[in-house]
Structure formats: C-alpha cells, structure tokens
C-alpha cells in the first residue's frame, strides 16, 4: 500500500510541474492542462494538454491582444479563440498562433525549454 501510495503522489506531483519555454518577445508556462503564454503586446492560454514530446503538435486556446497607452473605463481586451500550432524537437519549439474565425495568423515564435524569454510590453 506505502508503494501504491508513494507512487500516486509522485504522479501527482509530476503532473502540477511547471515547464517554461521563452524565446523573443514571449514567455510560457506549461502545465498538465494545458500553458500560460505572455507576449509582448498579448496574452495566451491553452486549455488542453500542451505536447511536451517532440513532434507536430496543434492545441486550443485562447488569445486576448493588448494595447500600450491609457485606456477608457470600462475598455476591455477582446479575447478570441485560437490554435496553437507547431513542433517540437529537442529542446527547440516553433510555435504559430493563429485566430478563429479568421484564421488570421497573429503571431509566430520561436521558443527554447528552460529560457525564460524576452518581453519589452507594450503597457
């Protein structure tokens, strides 16, 4: 039982471990269920799985656009749905978000496991 259980929690605390890829002008935060990704001028979620295998990936998600200067009260960020689209080989990743309804290509990167990442914000 002490093997079963020890094992369980080992999963358990595996699968809440961050993975952070960065790469110029963005940041992102992998988890089991899914990433964070922090952009220059944006904001990324995925909200399923994210691949941490190498591989040609395509995941949901969503994208909300942000804008440097003041803003109005009451002004929000619209955020649409997106896919997050790439591969994966050793520890190099390209990643292509592109916007539903449009298929507008928002953004492309190229991001690097363990490296943090370089943001200059628009705010």
Not at 32 to 52: F, K, N, Q, V
Request: hydrophobic share 35%; charged share 25%; glycine share 12%.
């Amino acid at each position: 039982m002490r093997l079963l259980t020890a094992f369980c929690l080992g999963v358990a605390l595996h699968a809440v471990q961050t993975v952070v890829w960065g790469g110029d002008h963005v940041r992102m935060e992998v988890t089991s269920s899914g990433a964070e990704l922090e952009c220059d001028c944006a904001t990324g979620r995925i909200t399923e799985a994210a691949p941490e295998a190498e591989g040609i990936f395509s995941v949901k998600g969503t994208f909300t656009p942000e804008r440097g200067g003041p803003t109005r009260d009451g002004q929000t960020s619209r955020t649409v749905d997106a896919n997050y689209s790439g591969t994966i080989k050793n520890d190099t990743m390209t990643l292509r978000v592109v916007l539903s309804g449009n298929d507008q290509e928002a953004a492309q990167y190229v991001l690097v496991r363990g490296r943090d990442g370089r943001l200059m914000k628009c705010r």
